[in-house]
Each structure stands twice: as C-alpha cells, then as structure tokens.
C-alpha cells in the first residue's frame, strides 16, 4: 500500500504557485517524505524529500507538518512544463541496496496559460 | 544528467518473440535495481528486485519466467519479456535508488 494520499487532480494557472497536498497519516518516525513527478511518457523525476524539517531546492519546495501526517509540495512559479503527475510517497531513506518504491495515483497536474 | 539509462527507448515486437530491455547504472555501482511496468492511465506498479549475482526477487503475480531479469554486472541490469503477447504492451521502468530511467515503451503486435 502507498501510505499516502493526494488529490487527484488540480489546476494551477501558469506563473502562480502550486500547491499539492499529501497526507501520510501512518508515517513512521524514520520514513521520509519523498516526491516525484512523471511527464507524459518518461520515467519519473525526483524533486525533493525532507524528514521532518522544511525542505527548499531549485525544484520546489517541501513544507512538512509538525505531526507529520501531512506535507504540501510547492512548485513557486508554475510553467507549462510543469504539468505531470506528481507522486508522494513515504519511505525509509534510500541506501546503495534499497530503493522500491510503492507508488499511488499520485496528482495530476495540470498548468493553464 | 541521467544517472541510469535505459535501452531501448521504445520497441514494437511481433507475438511470440522476446525483446531484451538494457537498464545501466552510469555513475554509481549499483548491487540492486528495480523494474517497474505501467499501463495507461495508471500508476507504476514493482514488477521486480535485481540484485546482483543472484536470482532477482519477483513480486507477488509476476511471471518469473515471462519476465526474464539478469544482474550479471554492477552497472547493468536487463529485463527480458518472453513470448511476448499483446497484452505485454506497456512502460517499462527501472530505477537505481531514488533514480528512474526513461522508460521503454514495448508494443507487442
């Protein structure tokens, strides 16, 4: 089972910011908070992961919840490229030998001029 | 830039043969892999663990051997669809860690 749950679809408009919530009431103390997103037809990207800290990269940003059951990832400044679906998904920290990851339906994206 | 990379792109194969898919680990040795499928419209569901040297680890459903999977090497992984059919039509995806290749579409005509 993914652990987590996200909308299934939203809307942003091109050049505002998108927010996509997840909520993973059942993480555990050492999972992490991981996300990808998958354009059409390619392999998924990694964006970001965090723990329990708020977490920024070129990509996007990580905002975590204090109890943890809940995070919102932020692209800032949406383009149309952005459009995909985004996964969020829960687990230990990846290792040189581990790496499965349980994927949802994830949120489908999608950026409007 | 891509830390694994996947072989072919995509493939169109005829009912009854086999297609070899190449998944390299290009800056890192990589003792496990992962291979993923997708159909449309759907998410990406684990068909299998690679681990190098031994026997890959299947998940539960998946046909070990339809689904061919050699690690013979810490940088290369390789899945192998035998007798392909039809139904086989889909994206195949492997990962290193948090990395994911592009994905290699099989269609089975």
């Known amino acids: 089972d993914a652990k987590t749950t996200q909308p299934t679809s939203m809307d942003c408009a091109e050049g505002r910011a998108a927010n996509l919530p997840c909520n993973h009431s059942t993480i555990s103390g050492n999972e992490y908070v991981y996300w990808y997103r998958q354009i059409h037809s390619q392999g998924p990207q990694y964006i970001i992961h965090g723990l329990k800290n708020n977490e920024t990269n070129e990509m996007a940003s990580l905002i975590i919840t204090e109890d943890r059951k809940s995070s919102t990832l932020i692209l800032p400044h949406a383009t149309l490229r952005d459009t995909a679906v985004y996964y969020c998904i829960v687990r230990v920290e990846f290792t040189s030998n581990t790496g499965k990851l349980i994927f949802g339906q994830g949120t489908t994206l999608q950026v409007k001029p | 830039g891509a830390v694994v990379s996947q072989h072919p792109s995509w493939v169109i194969c005829k009912s009854g043969t086999s297609v070899k898919i190449e998944c390299r680990s290009l800056?890192?040795?990589?003792?496990?892999m992962f291979w993923y499928r997708q159909f449309p419209k759907q998410s990406l569901m684990l068909m299998a663990t690679s681990n190098e040297g031994s026997k890959a680890t299947y998940e539960q459903g998946v046909e070990k051997d339809k689904f061919l999977i050699n690690h013979a090497s810490l940088t290369l992984s390789t899945l192998t669809v035998t007798s392909a059919h039809p139904e086989d039509s889909s994206f195949y995806i492997c990962?290193?860690?948090?990395?994911f290749g592009q994905g290699t579409r099989l269609t089975v005509v």
């Open positions: 800056d890192f040795q990589a003792t496990t």
């Open positions: 990962s290193r860690e948090a990395f």
